[in-house]
């Protein structure tokens, strides 16, 4: 055996390290339509669309006219008939337009649009647009995705705007941004929209026979917690121990998250990654009132006490000097900084070994009982942290740790507990020694292995029993006794 595996009693960690496995994918909050917002940035979404058929602009109702109208003053009411278009309308399709996808279709199924449908990532083009004209297409969108709607290449001396609009499903209609640059300028907005019903509304401020594209870029590969790109839209984490799973679709894609001490309790941070490697792609920052300051990787970071109701703030951005793979994900963990308030792990019956013989903390021949309790500084109980009992029960010559996990998940009382099958041995070594607490001594042959256990928390290491000190608490795991003469 190595001899540098010392048998030791670990001690607690301190609690400037934690973890949680609180899920959050349940309690996504109702997203109503964020606001556009109007830049021409590249983006995931800036993308070559691929190419369309063309359509050609004609004058809208008097009534959807109206309705635009009103809606853009926040006036917006359903109408009766949701009649696309008079005798004057846009005509519908030529030049081979693509019918939706299936999926489209699927999801517009129960409901009429007030103009006619495009697909998305299509770029089309319109001819024949003079000055006043005013045009309107609908799109759905099947998923929440990070958008970016477009008005491109307008033909010299053609003046366009261009807006978004959300439909409610029932007609009613909510305007989520403009773009109206001088002149011929190209018009963005860009944003993460929920999945719904949208529609491209566009203005000839000025225009003669005029001709350009338009379409929408969308990219769906978001996380559950945007649009939270900027300080004002953090996604606010509950009053818990949070660990949420996130990515970043593009270089320019920032995650901000907020996490509010209503009791003053600690909190603590921390950036993992999805065991792949792919930490270093991100760069992980906590706001301490006037600047970011960058968390290293394999760092976690705690205030130890803070004034209730204090909210801290932190972000996750793409690292410029590696590679960004948009699919990868890291695993934050922000909110209540956990504190081990007990815990225990016992063997079966055995007769133990003594310790002038040989320093086991803990002996069991076939099972293992554990129990934890977590809180946070305040002696709030954690609830759905999930501690992990990590046991070797044989150490081998290979200088490596064979850890086996058990995992449990605290409940109301922040309590969580467990038993473990170590299962039959033969032994490496054995050991004669007088026992007698049966109240006669005997002498007892023993054969057993030599291990070790630590508990931490699943998602974050450190916290717990054992550390980067004193790694474990030595494991006897017997095999077999037998009395001898």
Known sequence: MKSKKAFMLGAAMAASCFVSAFALAEQYPAQAPAKLAVQAVKSAVDQALRAGGKVESSKLSAELKQK????????????????????????????????????????????????????????????????????????NLPTSARIQVQLLNQ?????????????????????????????????????VMPAGDYYWYMVANTASNAQFSFGVAVDSNIDAFEPNDTAQSAFALPDALNQVTGNLDSVNDV?????????????????????????????????????WVVIQPNNTSTYPSLTPGYIVKVRVRANPAVALNPKAQYKLTLGSAPRLNQSNVNGDNVVRIPSSIMQLATQASRSLSWSTQWSDS??????????????DKRFDDSNQYHWVNYEAKTGITGAASGNVDLGSCSGDLNVVYPDSSSGQTYNWRTWFNMGGWRIELKEFPGVGVGGNI???????HICSQTIVR
């Open 68 to 139: 635009l109208k009103a809606a853009k003053v926040g006036k917006s009411k359903a109408v009766a008939s949701k009649a696309a278009v008079n005798s004057e309308a846009v005509e519908a399709v030529v030049d081979g337009l693509q019918k939706p996808s299936e999926l489209q279709g699927a999801a517009i199924a129960a409901f009429t649009p007030l103009f006619p449908t495009l697909d998305i990532n299509t770029l089309y083009t319109l001819t024949g647009v003079e000055t006043g004209a005013q045009i309107a297409y609908h799109f």
């Open 155 to 191: 033909s010299a001396g053609t003046d366009m705007s261009l807006t978004l609009f959300h439909d409610d499903g029932q007609g009613n209609l909510t305007p989520l941004g403009t773009s109206d640059n001088a002149g011929s300028a190209d018009e963005y907005l860009n944003g």
């Open 255 to 291: 995650d901000y998250f907020d996490f509010t001490s209503l009791r003053g309790q600690g909190v603590g941070m921390f950036l993992g990654d999805d065991d792949e490697g792919t930490r270093n792609q991100w760069i992980f920052e906590r706001f301490d009132g006037n600047n």
């Open 378 to 391: 305040t002696g709030e109980p954690l609830r759905g942290v999930t501690p992990v009992l990590r046991v």
């Open 470 to 476: 004193t790694q474990y608490v030595s494991l006897g």
